[in-house]
Structure formats: C-alpha cells, structure tokens
C-alpha cells in the first residue's frame, strides 16, 4: 500500500504560482511512475503530467506546458508540480497518482491516489 498526501493549494489570482507537493507514506512510491491529475466541478479527471521511476521521462498535457513543471525526490518519497504563470482555467482539484502504464494518461491505469488539493485562480 501507498498513501499519499498532496498539499500546497490555494486560491491565488491569475498570474501567480504555487507549487504542489505530494508526500508517499508506507510501501516506497520511488518504484511507480508518479502523476498528477485535476478534476474540475461537473468535468471528467484530466491528466496533467506524469514523471517516470528515475525522472527521465515527462509529459504534459499541452494546456500547461510552458508553464507547469513536475518532478521529483525519490529519497524523500515526494513528488512535486510547480505551476506558474496560472490561468482561471487551471482551477481544479489536483490528485496526486502513483502506478501508471504506457497509457499514463488515463486514470484508470493508476493504483494510488491521494485526496486531492484545491486550486483556485481568481480572474
């Protein structure tokens, strides 16, 4: 089993920043590719970015590429997502994911998940 604990929302106008942090508890998450999704009211969950086991390999989804940087700290067991330049349509909960396939970018595919950050860019 992995717990993980995302923090680090808020609610902040457009053009600012936050950065995310998930924390993994029990079984190491520094084996699992790690990803974060977002789930705005009355929308489906959407892929975000996903980083692999030793951090080579990113994607992103195109809507924040440029802007959104993930990464991550195997040793501390926490992976980050620091989000600059936020629009109001970046306002959602983000989740914290861990497991993941080829198809990264589908939420099925992910075993863990945390409870999620709230996110919210005002105009």
């Known amino acids: 089993q992995v717990q993980l604990v995302e923090s680090g929302g808020g609610l902040v106008q457009a053009g600012g920043s936050l950065r995310l942090s998930c924390a993994a508890s029990?079984?190491?998450?520094?084996?699992?590719?790690m990803a974060w999704f977002r789930q705005a009211p009355e929308k489906e969950r959407e892929f975000v970015a996903v980083?692999?086991?030793?951090?080579?390999?990113?994607y992103y989804v195109d809507s924040v590429k440029g802007r959104f940087t993930i990464s991550r700290d195997n040793a501390k067991n926490t992976v980050f997502l620091q989000m600059n330049s936020l629009k109001p349509e970046d306002t959602a909960k983000y989740y914290c994911?861990?497991?993941?396939?080829?198809?990264?970018?589908?939420?099925?595919?992910?075993?863990?998940w945390g409870q999620g950050t709230q996110v919210t860019v005002s105009s």
């Open positions: 029990g079984r190491t998450s520094s084996g699992y590719r």
């Open positions: 980083i692999s086991v030793l951090g080579g390999t990113i």
């Open positions: 994911a861990a497991g993941g396939s080829d198809t990264y970018y589908y939420p099925h595919t992910y075993t863990y």
